[in-house]
T-cell receptor, first 116, second 111 residues
Framework: EAGVAQSPRYKIIEKRQSVAFWCNPI?????LYWYQQILGQGPKLLIQ????????DSQLPKDRFSAERLKGVDSTLKIQPAKLEDSAVYLC??????????????FGPGTRLLVL | GEDVEQSLFLSVREGDSSVINCTYT??????LYWYKQEPGAGLQLLTY?????DMKQDQRLTVLLNKKDKHLSLRIADTQTGDSAIYFC???????????FGSGTRLSIRP
């Protein structure tokens, strides 16, 4: 079974530029998560999708971040314009069912973003 | 909501046991987790414990839960070089229906 795929793996941009990340979850997984992991910290949930609907985006800075999951499969996360403090690893994860503590989340390798 | 804290670094000798500690704040957390992150990789769920358990053992891994002190630990027996990684303690925040992660403990292995 293929794991969660993310691209690109690395991205360097200048502040005020825009950037987009792509995630393809495990086939058949209904729930998709985007996390931000700043260096030295644990992952912080940005947004959670159930199929193509948003379940939780309370921690997403909506003035600059946007995400979509068209057709309930793959997803893109966009930052426009980027700030220095957006430098982090952006992790995508998926799970098979509803947000449930017993559901295992499977993580992709992440996209490492550096904003100069 | 849930808040999770853990020490940043741990260094152990190869073959010894490693004990990684964690404290959490939400006494209503029903599930507590340990994740492993190797360099350049995403997180991998190692094990979890339900709040009505005090201990869970899975091969070289032993999880101890002290609900009174809100303290969770992960013991890795016979630590090997492949165990070098960052270990994240996490708890289920039932009010927000999401997992809250600690900052991670970097485990390094000495020969």
């Amino acid at each position: 079974e293929a794991g969660v795929a993310q691209s690109p793996r690395y991205k360097i941009i200048e502040k005020r530029q825009s950037v987009a990340f792509w995630c393809n979850p495990i086939s058949g997984h209904a729930t998709l998560y985007w996390y931000q992991q700043i260096l030295g910290q644990g992952p912080k949930l940005l947004i959670q999708f159930q199929n193509n609907g948003v379940v939780d985006d309370s921690q997403l800075p909506k003035d600059r971040f946007s995400a979509e999951r068209l057709k309930g499969v793959d997803s893109t996360l966009k930052i426009q314009p980027a700030k220095l403090e957006d430098s982090a690893v952006y992790l995508c994860a998926s799970s098979s069912g509803l947000a449930d503590p017993r559901e295992t989340q499977y993580f992709g390798p992440g996209t490492r973003l550096l904003v100069l | 909501g849930e808040d999770v804290e853990q020490s940043l670094f741990l260094s152990v000798r190869e073959g010894d046991s490693s004990v990684i500690n964690c404290t959490y704040t939400d006494s209503s957390s029903t599930y507590l987790y340990w994740y492993k992150q190797e360099p350049g990789a995403g997180l991998q769920l190692l094990t979890y414990i339900f709040s009505n358990m005090d201990m869970k053992q899975d091969q070289r891994l032993t999880v101890l839960l002290n609900k009174k002190d809100k303290h969770l630990s992960l013991r890795i027996a016979d630590t090997q070089t492949g165990d070098s990684a960052i270990y994240f303690c996490a708890g289920w925040d039932s009010s927000a229906s999401k997992i809250i992660f600690g900052s991670g403990t970097r485990l390094s292995i000495r020969p």
